[in-house]
Each structure stands twice: as C-alpha cells, then as structure tokens.
C-alpha cells in the first residue's frame, strides 16, 4: 500500500463567515501560535508516502506550504466529497499510489496510529473510516484509488452530495479511536470550537503525542 495523504480545506467554513463571496482560510487560523493546518499536516506526514492540500480560489495563498494545491474538479462547492475526488484523480494521474488517507483540515489532534489502523481493517475494495464516542467520521477515511471514477459519477451524474450515501455503496470497516483523554477527531468548527482547543495545549494534546 502507498498512500497519499489528503487535507481537506475545501469548504466554505460559513460558521467564522465564510460564503462563496468572501473566503475564510479555517486551515490558516492560529492554534497555539500555528496554522491549524501545520498541526494537521504534523499529525499526518509520518504516516503516508506524500501530502496533498484540496482548497479552492487562489492557491497563492497556500504556496508557501511546499504542497501539491488540488481545487475541487466538480464545480459549485458540492462538499467534502468533491475534495476526496481530486485526490483521488491525482493520485491515479501521479501513479504508484494505491489509496488516499483524507482528513480535515480543522482537525488538529489527529491519532499517530491513523493510517497503520485505517490499513489493517480495509477490504481490497473497500474504504475504511474512523469512529470515536459512537460517532462516525466519514471524511477521516482511507479510499482506494479504484473509487475515483465511480465518486465522480456519483457527484458529477447523480448529484450525491453526502459522504455517507457514497460510503453506503461501499464494503466499509469502521475503525473506533478512544476518545480519553482528548477525542483524536475533534474538529474547529466556530470560534468557540477554536477556543476549547487551544486550551488543550500543553495540556491534553502534548500527553498524545
């Protein structure tokens, strides 16, 4: 398995007053003196062969990260599925990748043990998605490169917008993460969100490195 790594930073993030008019750079927010980005991209890069960022607009603003930018390739911002299909097709277009971990960008405390996990409980032609405190997080998923043409059919033909309608088609292993003493998939989704996490530093999030 050679998996690429995938931030998604795609979305609009309406809840700090983002729209299709006026972008919001949630993955450039400062979390304990660094871009929340830096500390997804930290979590992530010891655990895949290579990364890629999905954002849209100018990707000027992103250059000095050092990583491949992939805007959506379907248009009108249909969700966090159309980032996974760009990464999926450059993967497939760069060759020698077989799957792609895709996570967040507004998640900061992302597990160490993510993709070893994600990989041990796949299926050859499944996905596999993590879980904590009985919830799932389907945009925290390793996806096999084969998915990319039947996901852009599904978002291009059908117009399927949820992750978890695709993710129903699929074989899916669903792997659970302890949530104690910090739940790993806690994401930053409003300015209080943002608030609670930086008080997780030293603290708590230092304890799961």
């Known amino acids: 398995m050679r998996i690429l790594g995938l931030i998604l930073a795609g979305g609009l993030a309406r809840r700090f007053g983002g729209s299709e008019a006026r972008t919001v ?18 979590r992530l890069a010891p655990q895949v062969a ?8 100018d990707p000027a603003r992103y250059r000095d990260q050092g990583l491949p930018i ?22 497939r277009a760069e060759g020698g990748y077989t799957h792609v971990l895709s996570a967040p960008a507004d998640c900061p405390f992302l597990p160490p043990d993510l993709a070893a996990r994600l990989t041990a409980a796949i299926s050859p032609d499944g996905v596999a998605c993590a879980t ?3 919830q799932r ?26 992750v978890g309608a695709f993710l129903a088609r699929q074989p899916l292993a669903q792997v659970d993460f302890p949530a104690r003493p910090l ?12 608030a609670m996490a930086e008080r997780q530093f030293p603290g708590s999030c230092g304890d799961m490195s």
């Not at 890629?52 to 607009?57: K, Q």
């Not at 739940?183 to 209080?192: G, H, K, L, S, V």
Request: charged residues 15%; glycine residues 8%.
């Open 25 to 42: 750079d949630k993955a450039l927010l400062s979390l304990a003196g660094r871009p929340l980005l830096a500390h997804v991209r930290g």
């Open 50 to 57: 290579a990364l890629a960022l999905n954002a849209n607009g």
């Open 70 to 91: 992939l805007a959506d390739t379907v248009a009108g911002h249909p969700g966090p599925l159309a980032g996974v299909l760009a990464g999926l097709e450059f993967a």
């Open 132 to 134: 904590s405190a009985g």
């Open 137 to 162: 997080h389907p945009v925290v998923a390793l996806w096999p490169i084969i998915l990319a043409a039947p996901l852009r059919h599904a978002l291009a033909e059908e117009e399927v917008r949820k």
């Open 183 to 194: 739940d790993p998939f806690f994401n930053i989704n409003t300015p209080d969100d943002l």
